[in-house]
Nanobody, 115 residues
Framework: QVQLVESGGGLVQAGGSLRLSCVVS????????MGWHRQAPGKQRELVAA???????NYPDSVKGRFTISRDNTKNTVYLQMNSLKPEDTAVYYC?????????WGKGTLVTVSS
């Protein structure tokens, strides 16, 4: 069983920064990719960042250059550094752990960006 616990969300003004953390229980954290997704009210959940076991990263154009995903395999933790935040970044952010035959999700952490 894999459990994910996010933290670090909150209220921030436009142009500000936040760092989200996701601690993952279970073994073999280092061998799997991880991701961050978000869901704004009335919208579908979307990928905002992904990182492979080897550290390669992927971002959609909407956050490229502003968001950075990283991982610390010694702490079973994946991070999302978010800079230059915009009101349209307001959403619930979810940590995602894809595993063979199963997807695991955290409960989410709310990020609110005020204008």
């Amino acid at each position: 069983q894999v459990q994910l616990v996010e933290s670090g969300g909150g209220l921030v003004q436009a142009g500000g920064s936040l760092r989200l953390s996701c601690v993952v229980s279970g073994s073999m954290f280092s061998v799997y990719a991880m991701g961050w997704h978000r869901q704004a009210p009335g919208k579908q959940r979307e990928l905002v960042a992904a990182i492979t076991s080897g550290g390669s990263t992927n971002y959609p154009d909407s956050v490229k250059g502003r968001f950075t995903i990283s991982r610390d395999n010694t702490k079973n933790t994946v991070y999302l550094q978010m800079n230059s935040l915009k009101p349209e970044d307001t959403a619930v952010y979810y940590c995602h752990a894809p595993r063979p035959g199963m997807d695991y999700w955290g409960k989410g952490t709310l990020v609110t960006v005020s204008s």
